[in-house]
C-alpha cells in the first residue's frame, strides 16, 4: 500500500491514476484520471498519476505531443478547478509527507 515500507525500508508509491493518451485515442483520458483522482480522493489517499514521457515528446509525432499537451493543460485546469485546495507535489516531496505523518 502506498506509504508501507519494504524489507530495505523503501516506501511504497502506487499509481492509482492514469494518463497515457499515446496508448489508445479512443478513451477520454481527462474524464478517465479524473474519475481515478476523485476516487483517491473520496478514499482520503493522495493521487498519484501515471505518465509516461512518450505522450509529451514530438521527435516522431509532432501532433501527437501537440494533442497530449492540450489534454494535460485541460486534465491540470479541471483538477484546480474541481480541488482548488490541491497541491502537486514530486515523487520525492510526496515520501517526504508520507514519512512526516508515519
Keep these: 500500500f502506498t506509504g508501507e515500507k519494504n524489507q530495505y525500508l523503501q516506501r511504497y508509491l502506487i499509481r492509482n ?6 496508448t489508445n485515442s479512443n478513451i477520454d483520458w481527462v474524464d478517465k484520471c479524473l474519475s481515478q483522482i476523485n476516487l483517491a480522493f473520496l478514499l482520503r489517499k493522495p493521487a498519484i498519476i501515471s505518465s ?8 516522431i509525432k509532432e501532433k501527437n505531443r501537440d494533442d497530449n499537451l492540450k489534454l494535460l493543460d485541460r486534465l491540470l485546469k479541471t483538477i ?3 480541488w ?19
Design 17 to 22: 491514476a492514469y494518463f497515457e493518451p499515446s
Design 52 to 59: 509516461h514521457r512518450i505522450n509529451f515528446v514530438g521527435g
Design 80 to 82: 484546480l478547478i474541481k
Design 84 to 102: 482548488p485546495d490541491v497541491e502537486f507535489k514530486s515523487t520525492d516531496e510526496l515520501g517526504d509527507l508520507l514519512i512526516e505523518k508515519s
